[in-house]
């Protein structure tokens, strides 16, 4: 067995179950913020983010949390491509439990398939799978949170992820057929080309890597070791499913949402939806410290940024907030944060 890897690997041995992502997707996350220019304690304080939880890789952190950060991180440090850069630099190593799965595989495309295997482990409320698409592999990853409409971060850095594993068996000049990203086309899109080295789409279903099945052929891992991969899977296997319970929050405003566009969103309706009475999900929403209408309008206060930052025209938001009129809408949102929608969006240009 590989000893440096174990010594590695028996550092990050869990502390508790994961009920987000590990932290150590976020390693050398303090520092990078830093590069770009940002102010670590506006971000992590802007995103609700503990600094001591980055020290320790099988933490776990919210998902939410996660993502905002890095969402954080790109508009105050004024780098737009943050996710992009930050996932340039990431190597496998530096993923903790999840990078020694690939690492410790006997072939690369061994290492793609646990990879993708283990993900769920490492991060709930994701999507992640290896397509067979005859020629190719398809790598599949998008997050299904239903409270994280903001994403685009963490999806350019999980795409330099799984690029950079690839690269540690082929070589840094290597380079997918094609790469797709769910998110617009952002103004700096020409450096996306420039890092994966092939065509890249915008607003695409999925985040994903086009890999050509010749350039995996007959390519061992130069880590490979059986034993350690068993245990690692193990290890991750049991954090993970420690932490695997029901995020009745996340799935509460999932359904509100879906609600929303139907007009003003029903506790009787959401209730049924969510398997439950109203009394009961009344109940489960007190001891989050929540009623359903701070749920409703915290839902709405977060898709209204959202769509004002997808760029969608003022008028169009109201309905899609589940408002009559553009009047109701414009009222609720002065009412959140002390200006109007255009005032808003003119601050952020």
């Given amino acids: ?32 913020i830093t590069a770009q220019g940002g102010d670590l304690d506006r971000v992590f304080g802007h995103a609700g983010i503990d600094p001591e939880q980055l020290r320790h890789p099988t933490l776990s952190l919210a998902l939410t949390n996660y993502c905002r ?15 992009l850069r930050y996932g340039q630099q990431f190597q496998p190593r530096a993923l903790g439990l999840l990078g020694y799965v690939g690492l410790c595989s006997e072939t690369l495309e061994d290492a793609l398939r646990n990879f993708a295997a283990a993900f769920p482990f490492h991060q709930h409320s994701t999507l992640i799978r290896l397509v067979d698409c005859g020629e190719c592999y398809r ?16 999806a350019e850095l999980t795409m330099g992820m799984a690029l950079n594993l690839l690269r540690h068996v082929l070589g840094s000049d290597w380079a997918p057929r094609a790469v797709g990203f769910e998110h617009s086309r952002p103004e700096g899109w020409q450096e996306h080309g420039d890092v994966f080295g092939a065509p890249v789409h915008f607003q695409r279903a999925c985040n994903s890597l086009l890999v050509p099945k010749s350039d995996l052929k007959g390519q061992l891992m130069p880590e490979r070791d ?16 420690q932490g695997n319970r029901p995020d009745l929050l996340e799935d509460a405003s999932t359904q509100i949402r879906l609600a929303l566009a139907a007009g003003e969103p029903a506790l009787e309706l959401v209730a049924e939806r969510l398997e439950l009475t109203s009394v009961g999900l009344q109940r489960r929403l007190r001891e989050a410290g929540l009623s359903f209408s701070q749920l409703v309008e915290q839902t709405r206060r977060d898709l209204a940024l959202h769509y004002l930052r997808q760029r969608l025209p003022i008028s169009e938001l109201a309905p899609l907030l589940g408002y009559s009129e553009t009047s109701a809408f414009s009222r609720a949102f002065r009412r959140w944060f002390g200006v109007s929608p255009r005032q808003w969006r003119t601050h952020q240009s």
């Fill in 69 to 83: 950060v890095l969402e954080e991180a790109a508009r105050l440090s004024g780098c737009d491509n943050f996710g």
């Fill in 139 to 154: 790598f599949d990853y998008q997050v299904q949170h239903g409270a994280i409409l903001d994403r685009r971060q963490d």
């Fill in 226 to 241: 059986a034993n350690l991969l068993f245990l690692v899977q193990d290890v991750i296997r049991r954090l993970g499913e």
């Fill in 1 to 32: 067995m590989n000893q440096s890897l174990f010594s590695a690997v028996g550092a990050n041995l869990p502390l508790a179950g994961n009920m987000g992502v590990l932290s150590a997707a976020a390693s050398g996350l303090d520092a990078f």
